[in-house]
């Protein structure tokens, strides 16, 4: 039992100072976040717009790019978001 203490004490010591594993999630959080654009719909409309486009005046709701597809909305026309 004492050995495999130390066996493990010793595997713990030379993972250690890499600290790979956090290096690992940061880049996951990164990627996540390139890959979730936000882009706005209004309530009336059937577009997705980027932040500042003269439509979304009236109502502006922030979605995901990715939903605004799924739930049918296509790209505005005046604002050029990414499709
Ligand atoms: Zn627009």
């Known amino acids: 039992m004492r050995r495999l203490l130390a066996a493990l004490t010793l595997c713990l010591s030379l993972v250690c ?4 594993p956090i290096r690992a999630q940061q880049e996951t959080a990164d990627q ?10 209004t309530r009336e409309g059937k577009k997705y ?13 922030a ?17 050029h978001p990414p499709d």
């Open 32 to 41: 996540q976040g390139l890959k979730t654009q936000t882009v706005y719909i």
């Open 17 to 20: 100072p890499v600290a790979l």
């Open 63 to 79: 979605i995901s790019l990715k939903d605004a597809k799924a739930k049918g909305f296509t790209a505005c026309k005046v604002c």
């Open 49 to 61: 717009h980027l932040d500042g486009c003269r439509y979304l005046r009236t109502s502006k709701i």
